[in-house]
């Protein structure tokens, strides 16, 4: 089945380090998206991807870095300039970004705090 | 900025009561709208979407929603809950046209909890 696989399902940062969270899809999908979700606050856009070699930023992408590499794959980097990285991470993906017709699929998303 | 807001952030219901979840979202321009559901342990997925045509939406597991261009509005609803209802549900709006062009902006969820 197609879909979108994040790992890890939950991740530790010490202070001051940065940390990778993965996100692999297979459904042969142009434009990715990385979110945020906290309580209270729902998921806020941290960046996205139309095609590969190419990303932009969200409305939260202040400490945060990403690479599109591969169509398949997005992962985002939390940085130590971060100060409120603990939050329910979620990756996401769509045809194109173009089309904004198109609904986008989510991952199992990652759960990232602080030690 | 453009914003989705969702008027209530936990609603408590009995089973067979009926449902009506507020959304409303501050763009003036042509727009796509989106109910999505949380179910406890599971990932975000779609429970109905607005384009164009028929302002009434009908979609998974009876729920229906109501696009009112006047009102900016796309209260989500259900005639009966039941038990298995029990979920965070996200409006999400995408705007069509400028740096905007296909993103979703979300509101601030709504958690439902229904008793059996």
């Known amino acids: 089945d197609g879909g979108i696989t994040q790992s890890p399902k939950y991740l530790f940062r010490k202070e001051g380090q940065n940390v990778t969270l993965s996100c692999e899809q297979n459904?042969?999908?142009?434009?990715m998206y990385w979110y945020r979700q906290d309580p209270g606050q729902g998921l806020r856009l941290i960046y996205y991807s139309q095609i590969v070699n190419d990303f932009q930023k969200g409305d939260i992408a202040e400490g945060y870095s990403v690479s599109r590499e591969k169509k398949e794959s997005f992962p985002l980097t939390v940085t130590s300039a971060q100060k409120n990285p603990t939050a329910f991470y979620l990756c996401?993906?769509?045809?194109?970004?173009?089309?904004?017709?198109?609904?986008?699929?989510f991952g199992d998303g990652t759960r990232l705090s602080i030690l | 900025a453009q914003s989705v807001s969702q008027h209530n952030h936990h609603v408590i219901l009995s089973e067979a009561a009926s449902l009506e979840l507020g959304c409303n979202y501050s763009y003036g321009g042509t727009v796509n709208l989106f109910w999505y559901v949380q179910y406890p342990g599971q990932h975000l997925q779609l429970l109905l979407k607005?384009?164009?045509?028929?302002?009434l939406v009908k979609g998974i597991k009876g729920f229906e929603a109501e696009f009112i261009k006047s009102k900016f509005s796309f209260n989500l609803r259900k005639p009966s809950v039941q038990w298995s209802d029990t979920a965070e549900y996200f409006c999400a709006v995408s705007y069509r046209g400028g740096t905007s062009y296909g993103k979703l902006t979300f509101g601030q969820g709504t958690i439902l909890t229904v008793h059996p």
């Open positions: 996401a993906s769509s045809i194109s970004l173009g089309q904004s017709q198109v609904p986008q699929h």
């Open positions: 459904l042969n999908h142009d434009a």
């Open positions: 607005y384009f164009s045509g028929d302002p």
